[in-house]
């Protein structure tokens, strides 16, 4: 009896301890989220000035805050990706964590690496650079106040999806032309929203904005230079206009299928600058409007995810045989590019008398000759079969484009030697802002999906964070793999949007 007495007491004084560890752990929580908030900025110069011509300066920017003495940092990079493709040293966040680990006891939990996915070239000592932003952000921590906003911007960029008569999709790129325009019967939406993060001494002078919008910065400038693109452009518009010491930071959201407007006009030069400069003026806007407010709350998570991959060889198939088809349609033609030229411009700018003056024609029906019509007749077959024989080699660069995307993402499969891949993600609350990454090019519909289940609130979703596994458009586009559309020949099987949306929702409440 005596020990049975002693068994249940120890028993209640194990559920004590377990009640207070947990109310102690409820108090550190709701602390963390009331707590004041310090921020540090910092910023380098990583423009590599000795690949060619520069344009305008790549960055990498530091943002370090401290909320109950740990520290966490939001790193923003002039950067097409941090892995697999562009200029950084392989294993880069790797070595930035490792390093911010050594020097400043940061855990590699609470870093945040966004890249901008401009096509820059940064320089060889990336690392380095970017440790010295993070180290000159340490240097100047203090207590701030935060502010969200929010504004629209319609003005910029369009989704580079299109739906054609066929059910299929197609995509702007330049590795391949655009189908016919009679093909074309609709195009993807765009994400408007400019949402902003406004931090404030408490002095009332701006220490930093943080800005989120869904772009692709692609578009280049007139003289080809190395560039951070419209979202570099903006930054520095923001810096110049709000003075000081004022640190722009841009993070990349759901920019997949986003490209910057008039991204194919081949009649005028390339210039990110333009818009950029909208997209700078715009964040302003949010910026005047927005009030920042001391103990706001603030919360961070990681998640590794294992995501699905695809099995990409039926599709492989699927598409060589549609090439195959295409070519065997092709049909020999008696005219040459210069013969074509010549009969196709009399066509369409004389329809009327496309081979001789109007005289000819008006005497060959005085004497009832019909040469000329039939000279016409076969003139006009041979230039439908000879623009039928172009429709057909877009369709087959189209299909082959795509095919070289699929061979390589198969062989990067394999290698794997692996179903599945490991993600991280990573919630972040800082103020009325929630904030959820993914190491991907997410297409913009993934992230109105997650948006659209929180109305009232301010919702970023941030592609191109702490890795990089290429495109990852939804369940319903991957259905259009392999027909000229890039973002779908990608690593992910279908059902990885749904083991997404799971963990985006839970890194999110």
């Known amino acids: 009896m005596s020990e049975l007495f002693i068994m249940t007491n120890a028993s209640r004084f194990h559920i004590l301890l377990i009640v207070l560890a947990w109310l102690s752990l409820v108090s550190a929580i709701q602390g963390s989220q009331a707590s004041p908030i310090k921020v540090g900025v910092g910023k380098g110069d990583i423009t590599d000035y000795q690949a060619?011509?520069?344009?305008?300066p790549l960055y990498a920017k530091a943002m370090v805050i401290e909320v109950q003495s740990q520290r966490y940092v939001i790193i923003t990079l002039d950067v097409v990706a941090l892995e697999r493709i562009g200029p950084l040293p392989k294993n880069y966040l790797a070595q930035v964590r490792d390093?911010?680990?050594?020097?400043?006891?940061i855990p590699a939990q609470h870093i945040l690496i966004n890249t901008s996915h401009c096509h820059g070239n940064s320089s060889s000592d990336v690392v380095e650079r970017t440790v010295k932003a993070v180290e000159h952000a340490i240097g100047n921590l203090e207590l701030v106040k935060i502010g969200i906003g929010k504004e629209k911007e319609t003005r910029i960029s369009q989704n580079r999806r299109i739906r054609l008569?066929?059910?299929r999709e197609a995509d702007?790129?330049?590795?391949?032309?655009?189908?016919?325009?009679?093909?074309i019967v609709g195009i993807g939406p765009i994400d408007p929203d400019v949402t902003v993060v406004k931090c404030e001494t408490t002095s009332g002078n701006c220490k930093a904005v943080l800005y989120q919008f869904a772009c692709h910065p692609i578009l280049g400038t007139p003289s080809g230079g190395n560039t951070a693109d419209l979202t570099g452009y903006a930054s520095k518009v923001i810096e110049e206009q709000l003075g000081g010491d004022v640190v722009a930071f841009f993070l990349q959201g759901c920019g997949g299928d986003i490209n910057p407007v008039g991204y194919k006009d081949n009649s005028q030069p390339r210039n990110a600058e333009t818009l950029g400069t909208m997209l700078g003026l715009t964040v302003l806007k949010a910026v005047r409007n927005t009030q920042p407010e001391s103990n706001k709350n603030f919360a961070w998570k990681n998640k590794i995810v294992k995501l699905p991959l695809a099995d990409l060889q039926p599709t492989i198939q699927q598409i060589r045989?549609?090439?195959?088809?295409?070519?065997?349609?092709?049909?020999?033609?008696?005219?040459?590019?210069?013969?074509?030229?010549?009969?196709?411009t009399n066509q369409k700018v004389f329809p009327d008398f496309p081979s001789a003056d109007s005289g000819t024609y008006l005497h060959q029906q005085q004497m009832k000759d019909d040469t000329r019509k039939i000279f016409d007749a076969n003139s006009q077959r041979n230039v439908e079969a000879y623009l039928g024989n172009?429709?057909?080699?877009e369709e087959i660069t189209r299909a082959q484009t795509n095919l070289r995307l699929l061979r390589m993402h198969e062989a990067e499969i394999l290698d794997m030697r692996s179903r599945t891949i490991d993600v991280e993600m990573i919630g972040l609350r800082l103020g009325d802002l929630r904030i959820v990454t993914f190491p991907g090019e997410l297409t913009v519909s993934v992230g109105l999906e997650i948006k659209a289940k929180f109305p009232d609130q301010f919702i970023a979703v941030c592609g191109y964070s702490n890795g990089y596994i290429y495109y990852a458009p939804t369940t319903e586009q991957l259905a259009n793999r392999g027909f000229a559309q890039e973002d779908s020949d990608c690593l992910l099987a279908p059902q990885w949007q749904a083991v997404f949306n799971e963990s985006a929702m839970e890194l999110l409440r």
């Open 52 to 56: 060619g011509p520069v344009s305008d």
């Open 99 to 105: 390093a911010l680990s050594s020097q400043f006891g």
């Open 165 to 167: 008569k066929n059910g």
């Open 172 to 183: 702007y790129r330049h590795a391949y032309s655009l189908p016919d325009d009679q093909e």
């Open 321 to 344: 045989e549609y090439s195959e088809g295409l070519t065997q349609k092709l049909q020999g033609t008696s005219l040459n590019f210069k013969e074509f030229y010549k009969a196709y």
């Open 390 to 393: 172009i429709l057909l080699m």
